[in-house]
């Protein structure tokens, strides 16, 4: 069957080009379904790209770059554990608990920045690991498949938070926490200014921090080289030698700790305080930054870039227009839906190339006669 | 003269290839016909063809002297052509009934109606000696038993024309025979039978005629009682073949490999190795004969650590290694040349760079600090391509999957070979691949040997370990009941050993 | 004691039903060999079509209303499985993929409908079905009180169901090619069967019976289509078909198990023994309960051997 494969390897040029073709196909569906519900679905798109600031306004840009923070680190998150072949459908629990632990220190804690934000973040980075480890090990001592530990664990993280956050960090009200203090806020002046006062918050440079240091693990150590052999065929990795139990675990308390820096971004920069019985979508969302961004870094912070913007826009799209806000989510989900079915592209890719091989043949045998 | 089945002049491209270029076979009534050709002549391409699996660019089918446009295999079903497939195709948790009825099922109403089934199973059984139990789950009834489950399947779709693919690859010596009688019955009740195979022996043994592909073309149709092995061997190959192997009388030395009474487990936990005592020293091929499933493999995978050991001892120039992990298994001087090369093997989504150091990665000059050296790794490769003759596209970069069968085989070879192990272990280092690079690998293995290391052949191929091995070892029931000379020994002697049908002895020296 | 069984079983019942449809949905979808992950979604979007519905249709079918609902959210879930069959089936994409395309596209379209159809992204249904007491049966000592009083009709629908299910699974031809596409579609092919079809019958009929379950949530106890309507009941069922090995009997009883664990933590409020208990012991005793399990049943759970993989002709 070996030659069966061949045209397919023939064409990983394509390949690269079937992101690009999903987000066309993606925005193609939201516009039919503005048309069939009634809504101009051109003014639609440019109210969004306006509300994202990609017309100039600094300061809604700035709320393009807050929203993308998280999906970077939530991408990343998704993205490493599959390329260890591993589903991490839990980011939004490991977010969560991220988050939470995040808060608890910002608000239990009176320390100095240098130290309180350091120590928040860590804290939000371990919490997200633990929570992680959970169906990592699950995984690799019991073979539970990790979509279905991520989503209790996710559930298990909803209820946590709602029985932690009342009892200990109570805020206003009894469905929310008191608001962390500024030594723990992500955000400072300078950036701010910059952005004419968007909440834009040193989570961006964590975020492309994390995205450099995942590049660097899967393309230049080792260790990468290891996690992605477990990825791409385990028992070949366990002929070789390499610990694919250990890896597995490892691999998801790394993909759980970007997770949990999520939720650190989130929680510290935007909201500066946690609301409880909330799941945060951006958990998902990250599964459709990764899936777009081919589970890359540089993919994943440029599709983070796009779906960003169409979350940062939304709001004025909504106000402007009246289109609900919810079209942005439905177009990631069309986008996720095609980027999983690749064959359907790639299907007409082909018939395209072949329509176009013929014209051209066509054209020669004219030429020739 | 009158044909059943006709395919003539068959074309078949797929991207790059010509599959099938020009190929005719004209089947008659009543007789055994065999399609002789190695792996990748085109066999399969044209077998799907038949069975409308692949439409032909060129070409034309008839049945019973029509024209017939085969566009699924439910066409060809309908027109009494039957297919037992090498890899069966059964539902485990069925049983046999529930099998051979999926597809056709009779029905009382809407009630599913097994008994009738089976009681009629239980006839077409008795009628041509195959005594299957109708009711037994596939799981639990042995490969010898579920292919005549394959073979009922057809019967009871009242197939006139069987086509056999590649029968005997998972059959003891005494199965094979079995199956050689029932065919002839088959053809003593008027069924037509296809056998394509590319072993020669069997084709003796029952074929009245034979077709022989090669690289894709139509070479010859030979009568079979006319034509000597050597001919047919030749026409297959396209060159004169010596089958037989040279090699020096082995001079084996030290022992390198001592297994005392080693117990393991299967997957299910039951006991698949027992007891089990073997001796392989420095300078000699020792190899394992024995059926599929007699603990082969989870001998292999214990000796190299895939698999945990329940008691027994594993030791290596003496040192105990029994409870080491695979690393260090692997660095105390084991090489493995695993049975699935795309499984264990390969990771076939790495470049060839990257599966090269696949057991050395960690180390210099791979490995700095955790760091990895990617020079370090090309540089490398391109020195195995050129020593072990790799042909691949693009060198180092080269993704292993859009390889040759031979080439990766080749590619596992150089690794294992390079890193020098004093004992190297070759499961199966032959199936699927094509003369070529068999003689090559034997060569390899035998080059080892010479070299003074202790090599360990696992095979199914009893021509193979006749060839190649100095001493042979028979393994039935997760036990060696049997060690003798490979010259002291020979194919009918293994087969009766092999199904456990004469107690063994184990002989030294 | 008895006081207490006599609240909680009622209720229990009440919460089992949906759940239960939903994982005999998943079932029809893995034993074709089709790995549904989407049920949630599939779920929701029959709750949000049930709502819609007997929102919409302003009393015009009167008491038939709640009936046609729930054939409308079953025909809405079939509707968006037929997506998941496409990419999975045809397409051969990453069956877990889809399945999370299918969850994120039907919570977000579903709101989208709900804001531009009503304004708002809350639906909520005046018209629902209503507990009742079944005659004579209610009448019997025992059970009589546990099983017949204050209950749903669509409870009965549910376990009817599950009878057909399972007749039709293991004793009719249907079933053994279903199931035959499930283990080893090679063979089903090789004998005949359609495995393409086979396969996205059992997606249609998953979604079929996934968007009744969400339907029966909107009309029985829940009465609100919301963003909550998500609430992680499909993945639940997820669960209880893993739990339930497969088997329409199997996830009868582990749909029971969790509905009778949904029940105490929602009523623990009103339970004076209960009462002192930390709330997340009992909201997350579902979940804990499932991983638990999961790893108990970790070595003997055997699912149909090809769900997850497309089925490919050329690979053997």
């Known amino acids: 069957m070996a030659k069966l494969k061949s045209p397919i390897a023939k064409n990983s040029r394509q390949d690269k080009l079937i992101p690009f073709l999903s987000v066309i196909l993606g925005f193609a569906v939201g516009a039919l379904i503005m048309l069939v519900s009634g809504f101009n679905s051109f003014a639609a798109y440019t109210r969004l790209l306006e509300g994202a600031g990609l017309f100039g306004n600094v300061r809604r840009l700035g709320g393009t770059l807050l929203n993308m923070t998280p999906l970077i680190l939530t991408g990343l998150s998704v993205a490493f554990g599959m390329r260890t072949g591993l589903f991490n459908i839990g980011a939004s629990g490991q977010m969560l608990m991220g988050g939470f632990g995040a808060v608890a220190v910002g608000i239990l804690f009176e320390l100095p920045k240098v130290i309180h934000l350091p120590l928040a973040v860590v804290t939000a980075l371990i919490l997200g690991a633990l929570w992680g480890m959970v169906p990592g090990i699950l995984k690799s001592k019991f073979n539970v498949h990790e979509v279905v530990v991520t989503i209790m664990m996710n559930w298990i993280a909803v209820w946590t938070v709602y029985y932690f956050v009342p009892l200990y960090i109570r805020g206003a009200f009894d469905t929310e926490s008191a608001t962390i203090r500024s030594t723990a806020s992500l955000r400072t002046e300078w950036l701010s200014d910059l952005f004419n006062g968007s909440p834009v918050n040193l989570g961006l440079f964590i975020a492309i921090a994390a995205a450099i240091a995942v590049w660097w693990i899967l393309e230049k150590t080792t260790f990468g080289y290891e996690l992605k052999a477990v990825g791409l065929n385990k028992d070949a990795a366990k002929y070789a030698g390499i610990h694919v139990d250990r890896n597995i675990i490892f691999s998801m308390m790394i993909s759980g700790a970007l997770a949990g820096l999520a939720g650190a971004t989130f929680y510290l920069g935007f909201t500066n305080n946690i609301k409880i019985g909330e799941l945060p979508m951006l958990g998902f969302d990250g599964i459709a930054v990764a899936l777009l961004g081919m589970n890359t870094p540089l993919g994943v912070v440029l599709s983070a870039f796009l779906f960003g913007f169409m979350n940062a826009g939304k709001g004025f799209m909504q106000a402007a227009t009246g289109v609900p806000n919810e079209l942005v989510q439905v177009i990631m989900a069309v986008i996720i839906f095609f980027s999983a079915a690749t064959m359907l592209i790639r299907r007409w890719m082909n018939h395209l190339s072949k329509r176009k091989e013929k014209t051209q043949k066509n054209l020669e045998k004219g030429g020739a006669q | 003269m009158e044909y059943v089945i006709e395919m003539l002049n068959i074309r078949k491209e797929f991207p790059g290839i010509v599959a099938n270029d020009n190929v005719t076979l004209q089947v008659k009534k009543g007789e055994i016909h065999a399609l002789l050709g190695e792996n990748g002549a085109g066999k399969s391409t044209l077998m799907s063809v038949l069975f409308g699996m692949y439409q032909p660019e060129a070409g034309v089918i008839k049945v019973d002297g029509e024209e017939v446009k085969m566009t699924n295999p439910n066409v060809a079903n309908a027109l009494g052509i039957g297919m037992v497939h090498q890899h069966f195709k059964l539902v485990d948790v069925f049983t046999v009934t529930e099998n051979i009825i999926l597809g056709m099922e009779p029905t009382k109403g809407i009630y599913l109606d097994t008994k009738q089934a089976a009681k009629r199973i239980k006839a077409l059984s008795d009628q041509y000696g195959l005594s299957v139990d109708p009711d037994a789950l596939i799981k639990d009834i042995s490969v010898g038993m579920q292919q005549r489950v394959e073979i009922l399947k057809m019967l009871y779709r009242n197939a006139d024309i069987l086509i056999f693919d590649e029968p005997t690859a998972v059959l003891t010596p005494q199965e094979i025979d079995e199956l050689m009688n029932i065919m002839q019955r088959l053809k003593a009740e008027g069924k037509s039978i296809v056998l394509i195979t590319h072993k020669l022996k069997e084709i003796k043994a029952v074929a009245d005629r034979c077709t022989v592909l090669r690289k894709g073309k139509y070479i010859d149709t030979v009568d079979v009682g006319k034509t000597p092995e050597e001919e047919m061997a030749r026409l297959m190959v396209g060159r004169e073949v010596n089958f037989k192997v040279y090699k020096d009388e082995s001079k084996a030395q030290d022992v390198v490999l001592k297994i005392s009474n080693l117990n393991v487990l299967d997957n299910r936990k039951l006991s698949a190795v027992k007891n089990l005592n073997l001796e392989v020293k420095a300078g000699e091929i020792f190899s394992i004969a024995g059926i599929d499933g007699n603990g082969q493999k989870e001998l292999v995978e214990a000796i190299t650590g895939l698999r945990p050991v329940t008691s027994g001892k594993i030791e290596i120039n003496g040192h105990d290694i029994t409870q080491l992990s695979v690393r260090k298994k692997t660095e105390s001087g084991i090489g493995h040349i695993p049975e699935d090369r795309h499984k264990h093997g390969l990771v076939l989504d790495y470049t060839l760079g990257e599966n090269m150091i696949l057991q050395s990665y960690y180390q210099s000059p791979f490995s700095n600090k955790g760091l990895l050296n990617k020079e370090a790794m090309n540089a490398y490769t391109e020195r195995l391509i050129q020593e072990f003759d790799v042909r691949s596209g693009q060198g180092a970069i080269t993704s292993v999957r859009s390889m040759s069968g031979g080439n990766q085989q080749k590619s596992i070879i150089a690794r294992e070979v390079d890193r020098s192990p004093s004992l190297l272990i070759a499961s199966q280092p032959t199936r699927g691949l094509d003369v070529g690079a068999i003689e090559y690998i034997h060569k390899r293995l035998i080059e080892e040997r010479d070299k003074g290391k202790a090599v360990l052949l696992v095979s199914f191929e009893l021509d193979e370990i006749l060839n190649v091995s100095d001493r042979v070892g028979v393994i039935y029931e997760g036990s060696i009941i049997d060690v003798d000379r490979t010259s002291n020994t020979d194919e009918n002697k293994l087969g009766l050993l092999m199904a456990g049908s004469v107690k063994g002895e184990v002989r030294h020296g | ?316």
Request: aromatic content about 12%; proline content about 4%.
């Open chain 3, 1 to 316: 004691m008895w006081d207490m069984m006599t609240s909680v079983i009622p209720l229990a019942l009440t919460y089992t039903a949906p759940l239960l449809i939903i994982a005999l949905g998943g079932l029809y979808s893995e034993r074709s060999g089709v790995v549904n992950i989407g049920l949630e979604g599939l779920m929701g979007i029959g709750a949000f079509a049930a709502a819609i519905f007997t929102v919409s249709s302003q009393g015009a079918f009167g008491g038939a209303t709640i009936w046609l609902a729930l054939v409308v959210a079953a025909l809405a879930g079939m509707l968006l499985s037929f997506f998941h069959a496409l990419a999975s089936v045809s397409l051969k994409a990453d069956q877990v993929i889809s399945g999370t395309a299918i969850n994120m596209f039907s919570a977000a379209i579903t709101i989208y409908m709900a804001r531009w159809l009503t304004g708002s992204a809350n639906i909520q249904i005046r018209r629902s079905f209503i507990r009742t007491n079944i005659p004579v049966l209610s009448d019997i000592p025992i059970i009589g009180p546990l099983l017949f009083t204050r209950v749903y009709l669509t409870t009965y629908v549910v376990f009817l169901f599950i009878l057909i299910s399972w007749f039709l699974l293991y004793k009719t031809k249907f079933g053994l090619r279903l199931r035959a596409c499930g283990e080893n579609p090679h063979s089903a092919d090789s004998m005949g069967v359609n495995v393409t079809m086979m396969r996205y019958i059992g997606v249609l009929i998953s979604g079929f019976l996934a968007g009744l379950g969400g339907g029966i949530v909107i009309m029985t106890y829940s009465k609100e289509f919301s963003q909550l309507t998500y609430n992680g009941l499909g993945f639940l069922a997820l669960a209880a078909l893993i739990f339930g090995k497969w088997k329409p009997i199997g996830i009868l009883g582990s749909s029971l198990f969790f509905g009778i664990a949904m029940t105490i933590s929602n009523i623990s409020v009103i339970v004076p023994s209960l009462r002192d208990v930390p709330n997340i012991f009992l909201n997350t005793f579902p979940y804990v309960a499932t991983l638990i399990a999961l790893v108990l049943f970790s070595n003997s759970s055997v699912g149909p051997k090809a769900a997850g993989e497309p089925y490919d002709v050329g690979k053997r």
